[in-house]
Structures are given as C-alpha cells and as structure tokens.
C-alpha cells in the first residue's frame, strides 16, 4: 500500500498508510489529546476528522480553543437542532445555519410558530441526538441529483441555493435520518456536541429581503464542557444589563424616534462623550501630522461612477435630484479626500501627506437589521487617507498599526484580533497591483510580529485590508479598525505628484479608520464600562450634595470653585434626603460624590465618594480638585 507522508505543525514527520482517516492519523500522533482535536487544517484547507488523507501534507490541529474550530463547533450544533426541529414539526422547510460571532442559527419555514416555551422539548430531542452520537458523513453528489433529492423532500430554499452554485458537483452532509446541502466541515459525531442551549428566536426575511417569506430564526449556543456554557450564559445576562439602548435611556445619553429610524438623536450628556472622543482623536492626530478637512455631505452622480461606489455600493446609497441631475448622499468619505488632494499640485516632499476627516455619511439599512448604536443609517467616521510613495506603504502601515493600538489601549482595551483581506470576487484594479498592495500589508504585519487571520476573497472591492477587532469586558469581540492600500482610486482620478526625477508620479492612498463609526464606537464603550465611563469620558464628572439646606451655600462654592477648573460638575441641592441622593449619583453612574456637612465647611473640604468602592475620606478642596484635573488629563482609565 502507498504511503503518505504527514509533517505536523510541531515539526514532527510522520509515515502513514494512504486512505487513512484524519481521526486515526490524530489518534496516533496526539494519543492524549485526541479528544479535544476537533478538525484539522491540511496545507491550506480546515477537513473533518471524517476525511482521508490520500497524499503527503501538512498538518495543524484544530480545538475549540481557536475561532475556526469554534465556529465548525457551533456550525455541527446548528443541525443539530435543525435536526430536532424537523423531527417535532411537520412541513418544516430548512433555510441555512451558519456559526456566528457567539453561537449558531438556523432559519426554519414552517405553518406552527415556534416560541421560546417550545425550547424545553427541543433541547431534550437535542439531547437524545448528542447522546445517539451519530456520525456526520459527507456525500459529494452531481448538482442535478442534489436538487432531485432537496425537491422530494419539499426544501425550496435548499433548492434556490443549489441552483446558484456554479460547480458540477455539490456536498452535503448526513447524521442519523437529517441531511443538509453543506460544505462543512463538521465535528466527527454529534456527541462531540456535549451542550447545546436555546438563547431566542425572531422573525428574519429568507436571505434578508422583506420580498421573501418570513423564517423563523432559532438562535442557540454550544459548548464543550457545561462549565463554558454556565459561563456563557451568566456573560449574556450580564450584556442585557449593560445593553446600550437601555442604558443610553437610563443615562439620558441618545433616543431613536419614528420620525427618523436609524437615524440617533443624541442628548447633551451623549453629546459630552461623543465630543470628547471627537477631541481626544483631534489632539492625538495632530501631534503625528494629520491635517484635517471636511468634505460635502451631497456630491453628483458622476464623481461615485469614477470612484466605482456607483457599480459596487449603490443599494447601500441615498440619492437626490439638484438642478436636474442626479446627487448622491455619501455613503464614505474617500471621494472627497481625492478631491482635496488633487485641488492642488503636490512634491514627493510633502509626502507621506495624511488628510483626516470626521465625516457624516450615510448608508441605507433594511429596517430589520437596525439595531441601536450598531447598526444605523446615518454616522460619523473616523476616515483619514494617507498618501504616499510605493516605497513609503509599509513604513506608513506600521505607524497606524501602533497608533490604532495607543487608541484602543487608551480606551481600556488591551486584547485584540487581527485580520487580513485579500482580493474579493467584485474587484476594481489589475491583479498586480492587488498582489502589491496585499504584499505591502503582510510585510508591515511581519515586521510587527502581529499574529492575523487570512481571509481570502473578503477585502474592499477597491484594496486589500486589515482589520482590527477589539475585546471587551465581556470577552466580546468587536470589528472597529481599518487599514486599506488602494491603488486603484488614485488611478481613477488621475492623482499625481512630482517625484525628485522632476517626472509625474501616482501616489498610493492608505484608507484608515481607528473607530469606524464614531456612534458604534460610543455604543461598545456603553456596553464595556457599563455605562460607568471613566472620568475623562464622563458626561458629569462630580457632583456636589450639601447634607442639608444651610450646606447649600458651601456646596454652591465648592461646585463653582470645579466649574472654574472645567470640571463638568453638578449640583444636587433638591430637598431630598441624604441617602436618596447618593443612590441617584450610583445610579447615573457619576464617578465621583463631594458631600458637604459642618465638618467639611469647617475645613474647607469635602467627604468623597467613589462610584461602587464608596467613602474614600475626606480631602481639601484644592487637593480634590487637583487631583481630578490630573485624571482627566492623564485619562485615567479604571
């Protein structure tokens, strides 16, 4: 019999028969952690444990402790419990079920409506098919026989989606008596699933288009042991308390109204946060040289046909008619930075030339994935577009690199998750200059020594990109920053530069964003301290409660003497006792209380407290009010 030959990431070779299964291989090589080996990366491609190996290759384990092995975990349990839906209904059509961020879906047509008091009876059917630990086996079929086969079992959806495949032949898998169009992969069997909850379930358009029926979505999550799933869900009861749309009412920060869904309305306490970021991004941009420029919110049809947003992103876009031609709302601010640029001539000695913008876009989004802060119609972005010299990218990457760091660690996050994009199907540019600019950003990464995910085929349609992902106190994770190397845009609009030969040359545009949306942004902190901001963020910093009437006229010169400092204090001198105004300051989660009794108007001081550590002593004024200029000025970040 041949032999393959197997090179583990370890640096191990080892000789194996050809035909042999990726679960013998594992068991041979790792007899002691086999169990927690879920699936394996071969050269470049992740295969369940179910494959052979019929030639030489590398090897890479994969568990549940690394995101791809997380996301086939959480993918294997969404047909689970499509599984156990089909088994107790009748006339059930499957849509999909994909893995998400934290847990699974699966989108299910059928005449009963499906609620949450239904979730009891479906886990139990969940549990019977885990503990029948039934194999999943993948089957590769002609197109047509998969769409005979979706057609007698009645799945329309499943029929829709193999016709738009253009391969001649298509996958699918099977555990027990259930069968799903899939490409995999899935764990070995489905007792590898150990636990699997129920979280919801919502109503969602087929494939997202309120043109379709309407699916019934069961959202769940699975995890290996029980201990990681209590944890989980004791996480989730935490992030419905620390949800921004509740805390945002509670804290008077931002509303949503009917007459403008989508669009926020922010309050003067959300206003204080969203200026202070605002400024805090100003000062930090200014001292690396970025000059800042604003560009119109409306600009004519015929600039988004030369910067490809017309062929590429005109569903996403709001229009208008001025003077009988057509105008566009601007879903990003690029276009607009290239009109700066090229307004003027330029030298290779201005260059790198770094223009920022906090710019007001706007993008069209289906009412049913509106979502708060998060997902909106109208917000503010951080852009900025560096232009450079070719031999400048690299150099120019790995200074954002380390600025986008500074800006998350400044904010309180300390964990992060680095992508990288390469070139998509919908593509504008030639493949060489496409190969340039990805070639530009895995160097800068290198060099860097920051770990990152590939992945192929997700970049913008105008350049590759890298994207950064922040964790929050939750141990959530949150896609924020941007960093992408276009050619193409300045070859659209004919940008130049005189290079030091005397001759005309093309400059490079590096898009950045550091927040992404300004808003978003505001709501990830809402949710990551709670809404307890730290002091430099807070919208009132101290507030001032004089113990009864005659402490009023010594609290009102200890609020003045803060005021004077441009500490954002108040004065909570209404007639309500003591301790109802104390529990009014935890609850709108100000950082810090000054109360005034004889004692303190003695001494000149105050009594402070702390938000949730409480009485800390007391101090003079002067020294107080020192002391929070100084956190404000450091951002003192608790």
Not at 266 to 295: A, P
Not at 534 to 540: E, G, M, R, T
């Amino acid at each position: 019999m041949r032999q393959v030959k197997v090179t583990f990431d370890s640096g191990n070779v080892e000789v194996f028969d050809q035909g042999i299964t990726l679960k013998q291989v594992i068991k041979k090589a790792f007899p002691e952690q086999s169990s927690k080996i879920i699936a394996v990366r071969v050269n470049d491609r992740i295969a369940g444990l179910y494959e052979t190996l019929e030639n030489d290759a590398e090897i890479k384990v994969l568990t549940c402790d690394e995101a791809d092995g997380m996301q086939i975990f959480w993918h294997s349990a969404s047909h689970i419990m499509a599984q156990a839906v089909k088994s107790l209904y009748k006339n059930v059509s499957l849509g999909i079920g994909p893995a998400v961020a934290n847990g699974f879906y699966y989108d299910f047509h059928l005449s009963e409506t499906i609620s949450s008091d239904d979730f009891v009876k479906l886990e139990k059917k969940i549990k019977e098919i885990i503990k029948e630990n039934q194999l999943f086996v993948k089957k590769v079929l002609t197109k047509k026989e998969v769409i005979e086969f979706f057609e007698q079992r009645n799945e329309p959806f499943k029929v829709e989606l193999i016709n738009e495949i253009d391969d001649e032949t298509v996958s699918i898998f099977q555990n027990g008596d259930f069968v799903d169009l899939c490409r995999g992969p899935h764990v070995y069997s489905t007792g590898v699933v150990k636990h699997i909850k129920l979280l919801s379930v919502a109503g969602a358009y087929w494939r997202g288009d309120e043109r379709n029926p309407v699916m019934q979505r069961i959202y769940g999550v699975a995890f290996p042991k029980k201990e990681q799933l209590e944890n989980h869900l004791r996480i989730l009861e935490e992030a419905q308390k620390r949800d921004h749309r509740k805390l945002g009412k509670e804290l008077n920060l931002f509303s949503f109204h009917v007459e403008g869904p989508g669009f926020p309305f922010w309050h003067s306490n959300g206003m204080v946060i969203y200026n202070e970021i605002q400024d805090y991004m100003r000062n930090l941009l200014n001292r690396r040289g970025y000059q800042e420029i604003k560009t119109p919110v409306i600009l004519n049809e015929d600039l988004w046909h030369r910067s490809g947003h017309w062929d590429n992103y005109k569903n996403n876009m709001y229009f208008t008619t001025i003077d009988e031609q057509t105008y566009a709302v601007k879903p990003m601010n690029c276009p607009g930075g290239l009109l700066v640029y090229k307004s003027e001539a330029h030298s290779y000695k201005e260059l790198p030339l770094k223009l920022s913008e906090m710019g007001l876009v706007h993008r069209h989004e289906k009412s049913g994935v509106l979502h708060g802060l998060f997902r909106v119609r109208q917000f503010t972005q951080d852009d900025a577009h560096v232009f450079c010299t070719e031999d400048q990218i690299e150099d120019e990457i790995i200074k954002l690199i380390d600025l986008i760091y500074e800006v998350y660690t400044n904010f309180g996050f300390n964990e992060f998750f680095v992508e990288l994009s390469t070139k998509p199907e919908k593509a504008i540019g030639s493949d060489e200059i496409w190969e340039r600019a990805e070639t530009a950003l895995k160097n800068a990464l290198i060099k860097k020594e920051v770990d990152y995910k590939l992945n192929p085929g997700e970049g913008a349609f105008y350049g590759p990109k890298i994207d950064f992902h922040i964790r929050d106190s939750l141990s959530r994770l949150w896609q924020c920053g941007t960093i992408q190397v276009d050619f193409s845009m300045p070859e659209r609009f004919e940008l130049e530069y005189t290079g030091q030969d005397g001759q005309k040359h093309r400059p490079v545009m590096i898009h950045r964003a550091i927040l992404g949306s300004v808003e978003r942004f505001i709501g990830i902190l809402i949710e990551h301290y709670g809404g307890a901001f730290p002091i430099w963020l807070a919208p009132v910093q101290v507030v001032v409660i004089p113990v009864s009437e005659k402490h009023v006229e010594y609290a009102k010169t200890v609020y003045e003497k803060m005021a004077a400092n441009s500490i954002r204090v108040k004065l909570d001198d209404r007639s309500e006792k003591l301790g109802y105004k104390i529990r009014n300051a935890e609850v709108q989660k100000i950082p810090y209380m000054c109360i005034v009794g004889d004692k303190e108007q003695e001494n000149n001081s105050v009594s402070v407290r702390k938000h949730k550590k409480g009485d800390v002593g007391s101090v003079d004024v002067e020294s107080f009010v020192s002391d929070i200029i100084e956190q404000i000025k450091r951002r003192v970040n608790d």
